[in-house]
């Protein structure tokens, strides 16, 4: 337990009805006890109260305040919170009390949920699955991280950690009592069960990333050639005017982002500069950073002028791939009868009159909720619980190649020491930092 006392402003900042000032550590009871000049409060209800700051004498607020005994709190430690009014000058001088008290620090980012970790209220995967909570922006975001903040993330790592450790017991067996001629049948049953291991880990990592593209966002690039309404259908999309719209062709010259929720999942729509060939070597720069945004986005609306038909800009056509909605707009100019276009059927819709947007719209949430819809396994959110599993993988493969048990008892320890990096069930001093670098203070 640390020797510090902490303390921060857990609501977020600025003028609101009321904000949350949060103390974790030896001292917090003590402090309660400082400002409100009572010490009879029962744990976890709560006592409305007067501060005062103990050295002026001044009045700070009228408020509630709740007590958590350790260790049965967020933090593990003794925790208090002063839910007071939120605004500025009451919190600022609460702020500046516990300032003045000897044993009292602010508290850094994310050191709260960091001493939450070290006291065994939760693993690194719910640390992680509160900080995406705080920063969801949809539904669908909300959910996930709710769901790995409760657990079902590290559920699923421990119990094959603990399974991998069960199986590493038969094995240390064999090691340490080579005469007491242990059935052919123990190890074998043990190789059978990393191979079914080894397979689930496999299946888990074959998930379409879908759990990071919920967490960061469905990257959308709308690409085609000039003038064919890319900036149009942004607009249209994040409802207010993000792009200029103009019939000069090469207008939109860089990426334009912007960050929506469709259909309750986040979606990073870029729109890019028409794809054509130019001296302009502004324009040419823009072109290129089109098509690097077209390969390495998650789905692309390829949007074509219907009135070019069947003279469309090669350019555009070669982008066209599984991961596209094929687009003919200003429909209400032309309307050509075209079954396939790039081996996709393509949409109808005029952007400016509005005429088929619901069907592209309907089209698009079908696309995104497919690369992000949450199964009944939980899904994994983050590039470091890949790259571990990946690992834990790869000694699991190389185990079923070894048949001296020492060696093969090793890669079972490097596997199960790569799931508890996952979850901190190991040393991971090294991770810490980054894992809680995501919160703000308060938190």
């Known amino acids: 337990m640390n020797d510090q006392t902490i303390y921060a402003l857990a609501s977020g900042a600025g003028r609101c009805g009321v904000a949350v000032v949060r103390l974790s550590g030896p001292q917090a009871f003590s402090v309660l006890c400082r400002l409100s000049g009572k010490s009879d409060f029962k744990a976890r209800y709560a006592h409305r109260v007067q501060l005062i700051d103990p050295v002026e004498g001044d009045p700070i607020d009228d408020g509630l305040a709740l007590y958590f005994p350790a260790p049965h709190s967020f933090t ?263 079954a396939d276009i790039g081996g996709q059927k393509p949409i109808y819709m005029s952007a400016k009159s509005k005429e088929g947007l619901v069907d592209f719209f309907k089209r698009l949430e079908e696309e995104v909720a497919t690369r992000c819809m949450m199964t009944g396994a939980p899904a994994l959110t983050r590039a470091r619980h890949r790259e571990a599993l990946e690992d834990c993988v790869e000694a699991l493969v190389r185990f079923a190649e070894i048949d001296l048990p020492e060696l093969a008892a090793e890669d079972l320890r490097m596997a199960t020491r790569a799931l508890g990096r996952i979850t901190g069930r190991i040393d991971v001093e090294d991770v810490l930092d980054v894992v809680f670098s995501d919160f703000c203070i308060g938190k």
Do not use: C
């Not at 002063?82 to 994310?110: K, Y």
């Not at 502004?282 to 945004?293: P, T």
């Open 76 to 338: 593990g430690e003794e925790v208090v919170e002063f839910q007071i009014h939120g605004g500025r000058a009451v919190v600022q001088a609460l702020l500046d009390s516990l300032a003045q008290m000897d044993g009292l620090r602010l508290a850094e980012p994310g050191e709260f949920t960091r001493r939450a970790f070290e006291n065994d209220k939760m693993d690194l995967t719910a640390a992680e699955g509160l900080a995406d909570l705080i920063h969801a922006e949809t539904r669908a975001q909300a959910k996930q991280a709710l769901r790995q903040m409760e657990g079902a993330l590290g559920t699923l790592y421990n119990d094959w950690a603990d399974r991998i450790l069960h199986i590493l017991a038969h094995f240390e067996a064999v090691i340490d009592f080579p005469d007491e001629d242990l059935p052919e049948e123990v190890e074998a049953g043990a190789r059978a069960k990393v191979a079914n291991l080894q397979h689930e880990i496999e299946d888990h990592l074959k998930d379409g990333h879908r759990g990071e593209l919920l967490r960061d966002g469905v990257r959308l690039a709308i690409v085609g050639p000039p003038n064919a309404g890319k900036s149009s259908l942004l607009n249209q999309l994040a409802k207010r005017e993000v792009a200029i719209v103009s019939d000069i062709a090469g207008t939109t010259r860089d990426i334009i982002e912007s960050h929506l929720d469709i259909g309750g999942y986040p979606v990073v729509v870029s729109d890019t500069a028409g794809l054509r060939h130019s001296e302009d070597v502004i324009e040419m720069e823009g072109v290129r950073r089109a098509q690097d945004r077209a390969q390495s986005s998650d789905l692309k609306v390829v949007m074509f002028d219907a009135a070019d038909w069947p003279n469309l800009d090669q350019k555009t056509l070669d982008l066209i791939d599984d991961d596209s909605l094929v687009v003919l707009n200003k429909m209400d100019q032309a309307k050509p009868d075209v």
